[in-house]
């Protein structure tokens, strides 16, 4: 069976520090990858996606950056973090060239920049 | 683009009572849609979904939720709430484009009371 990974599940960095967020699945290949954050009292905002190694789309411009060196991993960066990028980061993955497949999410990193 | 809207940000419910949650989408086509649902702290769970066929739809711990296309709702019910059902519940409707991307409602979040 699939199963997917965050780590760390909690993380607190001062403000301008960098960032570094790990996803990784087990189980399958040639994932659909995700990143979200979710902000307090707010829903879930897509970051960004990957259909394929070293291809990210971006859908929100930000302080943040994503890469994806290996099939199945998925890494969220920043260079200098700000206060506005505390929150609930959620990786999830769906199976490839299958529109109807549901998203499946990891455990989420707890991030709090102070 | 796709939206959704989640009426309701809390909404408390005594243990046994009925439960519906309301969700609100606006998609061009026929849209998939989604119920999840998130306990404390942790990742998403699906809880069910509709594709295409009967637009009553059964999902996990036993959840319904009935796609309405002349209302463009998709609600969320369960005839009896226990208190393990204390969450926040997330609606979101997906397209048909190859990565599979779903916008998500900001939640509404459950309280039961005993």
């Known amino acids: 069976s699939q199963t997917i990974h965050q780590w760390p599940a909690t993380l607190v960095q001062p403000v301008g520090s960098p960032l570094s967020l790990e996803c990784t699945v087990e189980?399958?290949?040639?994932?659909?990858l995700y990143w979200y954050r979710q902000a307090a009292g707010r829903g879930l905002q897509l970051l960004f996606y990957?259909?394929?190694?070293?291809?990210i789309s971006s859908e929100v411009p930000q302080n943040l950056s994503a890469s994806r060196p290996q099939d199945r991993q998925f890494i969220l960066s920043s260079k200098k973090l700000l206060l506005s990028d505390s929150g609930f980061y959620l990786c999830?993955?769906?199976?490839?060239?299958?529109?109807?497949?549901?998203?499946?999410f990891g455990p989420g990193t707890r991030l709090l920049v102070l | 683009a796709q939206s959704v809207t989640q009426p309701d940000i809390h909404i408390t419910v005594s243990e046994g009572a009925s439960l519906e949650l309301r969700c609100n989408y606006s998609?061009?086509?026929?849209?998939?849609l989604f119920w999840y649902v998130q306990s404390p702290g942790q990742g998403l769970q699906l809880l069910l979904k509709?594709?295409?066929?009967?637009?009553l739809v059964q999902g996990i711990k036993g959840f319904e939720a009935e796609f309405k296309r002349s209302q463009s709702s998709f609600n969320l019910r369960k005839p009896s709430v226990h208190w393990s059902d204390a969450a926040e519940y997330f609606c979101?409707?997906?397209?048909?484009?190859?990565?599979?991307?779903?916008?998500f409602g900001t939640g509404t979040k459950l309280q039961v009371i005993p």
């Open positions: 509709y594709f295409s066929g009967d637009t």
């Open positions: 999830a993955w769906t199976k490839a060239q299958v529109s109807q497949e549901t998203q499946y």
């Open positions: 189980g399958t290949s040639n994932p659909n």
């Open positions: 990957s259909v394929g190694i070293g291809q």
């Open positions: 998609y061009g086509a026929t849209p998939y």
């Open positions: 979101a409707v997906g397209d048909s484009g190859g990565y599979q991307k779903v916008t």
